[in-house]
């Protein structure tokens, strides 16, 4: 509730030109927004050719005005998030002043306004690339885009009318928002000493990017669906599919990326152990995905044949309101707890704006579509079965069925909440959508590599069968080789599970070597034409891929001894109880067996947060018989301990080219609360005496002068004396100790050691008059210093990656290929993409 008096008081270092210049151009943009939509569908109904260009040329005015007042949007917001204006809601709950720069873009679209920001100022870097290159279909495809640009900016107003509150404004102040007592001081803005600062899963390398991506997909998706109106409009029904194909490969292109993106952040910043695990969240970013895909194909069969052209608009239609369905599931809270990446519910105003969204394009759309079903030509010729264009509507409509599957289970809740049903997830989430797309992926894989092989029209059986003899053998070679020599090692869900991951494996590994004798035989090696191929071959990688590293991950953290176990809470993503049994508990700086590995817990280190710690584990894996040291690496998980005693765990990876070692920390204590209190206590003892503690015994073997090494790998620059003793535990191990005390031009220095698998501290504390050396002794009274660590290996996962890369360069073949650049342009554009896209995903971590 607003408090009546701060728009009496005066209140002390507020900046509230910013906030009132964003608010204006907010009104501005969706002015503009709605002007241009109204005076493109004019000039769209106009048949004069000057009266068009008039209106043409006022709606390209205001989008231009748009344009510049949502850039100007997105600048106050950056200012006030950098500069830390806390009197502003939207800092005060993004930002903090130990956040790293490159993390305060995040801060904007962490915000469910900031996000909308994100998908508006695509559309208009969209929109003005289609008023330079859509000529004549203008001003009806910038119809769309503008109306779709007045519902965004809708989402981000922040204005009553008729008390009925519409979006949510970024520029609301704190005390606004916020009942509290320190609200109706003048000098409030000093007492708040920090923001809440971005969420602690956010501060990753690839949430910087990943959101820029995804929403480029996203937006990108109105440009195939606006064609497709403006092929209707303007009853040119079939027209439209040639200029609309280089942005619908487009959308599959920068879509898809942007959801692998997303695989990755989750594989580098969660710790559920992988980078997929069907959460609504990605299950509604790939359903329009898949439904683009199965267009693409169908658009590809009409201008080849001049079939399947309703159902390329069935399919373009369905993607754009798909991504529409998908900001509703995400931002209405409707997933309730079924997601962790969904935004909590915004309040039940801008779930009815989001709502009505969906619901004015759904059913215009699809109103259209039908009204116009009849009129859109059909080719009334039987397809055969021996022609590509039958085999590739068919592995259209399995890709659209699967998304149909997908968002069907991912919409539970929604059921759940309209009709009053109760309907639970199934215990084993992930498997619920892996027995049913292991199948997709068998038939997909197969339809990949045997389809190209046909022709348009029909294909002789003869010429079809001799073509996929060689790479049929191929494949079987290559998987019975897998079977024997590297198995699927997966029987979680028994043999029959098992017996479909390899016939997948087959059909995968069948569709990535039919489409490389593809670009060799089918294409005579002509790589310009070999888009398609590339892009095949490169999905059918990544599915290999998944398959392998997914069927073949391996936990080595297995705590064997059982030394103590740590009660495991549930995953938030899998919503399973972890194994204790999977957690290997290290004590500090004692040896552990992981594995093939010796792993050492070697101590942390604070972050510049506040509350986050990076543990340090040193990794070792030596030769069995040599005892030579092979292998060692360090790998520096980190957890957050955040204020309600919650632990936020990021895992961290040591990446090879056939395997990762995924590690994370899946308990610790907090080291600000775990504090030692205890004192040493000075004895004076001879070399050979022998000391006692509560849990054993100790002896004084020697005391070394100016030693050349030392365990703390410090310099003398003086004289310095260490202590060598040896420590016997209550279980008859037997531990070293070498504290340190040296002499020289600042004073005396002592370097104190620690057994932390006794919690005692050791220090040299002097020489006595009477030649005695002092030995202090510090038992801890604090729990002993340790952590619990789950590991995995995860073999070829870079076959994923790689595959992702080589999906989107065919892609981005397939558009330099009807963009018709110059082939020194072209080459020149796919080396830089390509190298771009290899780092991100192989090397930039």
């Not at 004798?517 to 191929?533: D, P, T």
Request: net charge neutral.
């Amino acid at each position: 509730m607003l408090n009546s008096q701060h728009y009496t008081m005066q209140f002390d270092g507020e900046h509230l030109l910013v906030g009132k210049l964003g608010h204006f151009f907010v009104l501005l943009s969706f002015t503009a927004s709605l002007l241009a939509t109204i005076a493109y569908f004019i000039a769209s109904r106009k048949t004069d050719a000057t009266e068009k260009s008039s209106w043409i040329r006022f709606a390209r005015i205001n989008f231009f005005i748009e344009a510049v007042a949502v850039l100007a949007i997105f600048s106050c917001i950056f200012y006030i998030c950098s500069n830390h204006y806390l009197e502003y809601l939207y800092a005060y709950k993004h930002t903090s002043k130990e956040l790293e720069f490159k993390y305060l873009l995040a801060c904007i679209w962490e915000d469910q306004g900031g996000s909308f920001l994100l998908w508006t100022i695509w559309h208009c870097v969209l929109g003005i690339f289609l008023i330079i290159k859509s000529k004549d279909w203008e001003a009806p495809v910038m119809t769309v885009v503008s109306f779709a640009q007045v519902f965004l900016a809708m989402m981000i107003m922040g204005i009553y009318l008729f008390n009925i509150k519409i979006g949510n404004s970024p520029f609301v102040l704190t005390r606004d928002e916020i009942n509290g007592p320190i609200f109706a001081m003048p000098e409030y803005l000093s007492l708040i000493k920090d923001g809440i600062g971005l969420n602690v899963l956010l501060r990753n390398y690839w949430m910087v990017i990943h959101p820029p991506i995804l929403f480029l997909g996203f937006a990108s998706t109105i440009v195939p669906f606006a064609f497709a109106y403006a092929g209707i409009q303007t009853k040119r029904f079939g027209e439209w599919v040639k200029p609309a194909l280089p942005y619908a490969l487009f959308s599959a292109t920068v879509l898809g990326v942007g959801i692998m993106m997303g695989a990755k952040w989750a594989y580098e910043s969660l710790s559920f152990g992988g980078y997929w695990a069907w959460d609504p969240v990605e299950n509604a970013s790939l359903v329009p995905w898949l439904i683009m895909i199965a267009g693409l194909h169908t658009m590809v069969i009409y201008k080849a044949t001049t079939h399947s052209l309703r159902a390329s608009y069935a399919f373009v239609i369905l993607s754009f309101l798909f991504i529409l369905y998908s900001t509703f599931l995400t931002r209405t809270g409707i997933l309730g707890d079924t997601s962790v990446h969904a935004f909590t519910e915004a309040g039940k105003a801008m779930n009815v704006l989001i709502l009505t969204f969906v619901g004015v394009f759904a059913v215009l759309s699809l109103a259209l579509f039908f009204i116009n079903l009849k009129k859109i030509p059909a080719d009334q010729r039987e397809e055969t079965t021996d022609s590509r264009e039958f085999w590739m509507f068919i592995g259209s409509l399995i890709f659209f069925l699967s998304a149909m599957f997908i968002i069907a289970k991912t919409s539970v809740p929604v059921f759940n909440e309209v009709f009053g049903t109760h309907w639970a997830p199934p215990e084993d989430i992930e498997f619920g959508y892996n027995k049913v797309l292991i199948l997709i992926v068998v038939i997909i894989g197969i339809l990949t590599a045997v389809t190209q092989y046909l022709k348009y029209k029909n294909t002789s059986s003869s010429y079809f069968l001799k073509k996929l003899i060689t790479p049929t053998v191929i494949a079987l070679i290559v998987t019975i080789s897998l079977f024997i020599f590297y198995p699927i090692t997966y029987t979680k869900q028994g043999s029959g599970f098992l017996i479909a991951i390899y016939i997948a494996l087959f059909a995968t590994i069948y569709s990535f070597i039919a489409n490389a004798g593809y670009i060799w035989s089918g294409l005579n090696g002509n790589v310009k034409a070999a888009g398609g191929s590339v892009a095949h071959l490169g999905f059918a990688l990544m599915l290999v891929g998944m398959l392998i590293s997914s069927s073949n991950k391996k936990i080595i953290s297995e705590d064997k001894f059982k030394n103590f176990i740590i009660p495991m809470g549930i995953d938030p993503l899998t919503k399973q109880a972890d194994d204790p049994l999977e957690n290997l508990n290290l004590i500090r700086q004692v040896p552990t067996a992981m594995g093939p590995y010796s792993v050492t817990y070697m101590g942390d280190s604070n972050a510049n947060e506040a509350g986050r710690h990076y543990y340090h584990l040193l990794f070792e894996r030596k030769d069995s018989a040599t005892n030579e040291l092979k292998e060692s690496f360090v790998v520096n998980p980190d957890v957050y301990l955040m204020k309600n005693n919650n632990m936020s765990s990021n895992p961290d990876t040591k990446h090879y080219l056939t395997h990762d070692v995924f590690t994370y920390i899946s308990y610790t204590l907090d080291p600000d609360k775990n504090k030692d209190t205890a004192q040493f206590k000075i004895k004076e003892v001879s070399v050979g005496d022998t000391l006692f503690y509560s849990k054993g015994f100790m002896v004084i073997n020697s005391v070394e002068k100016n030693p050349q090494q030392n365990k703390f790998n410090i310099v003398p620059n003086g004289a310095m004396l260490m202590a060598h003793i040896t420590i016997t535990g209550p279980d008859s191990m037997k531990y070293a100790s070498t504290p340190v005390i040296m002499v020289d031009s600042f004073g005396i220095n002592q370097v104190d050691d620690t057994v932390y698998a006794q919690n005692l501290f050791l220090k040299f504390a002097g020489v006595s008059n009477n030649g005695k050396i002092k030995i202090g002794v510090k038992e801890s009274d604090k729990m002993i210093d340790f952590v619990t660590v789950k590991a995995y290996v995860f073999p070829y996962i870079n076959l994923v990656w790689i595959g992702l890369v080589i999906m989107a360069i065919g892609l981005i073949m397939s558009i330099i290929k009807r963009a018709k650049l110059s082939p020194v342009l072209s080459a020149f554009v796919l080396t830089i993409i390509a190298i771009a896209l290899f780092y991100m995903f192989l090397f930039a971590h």
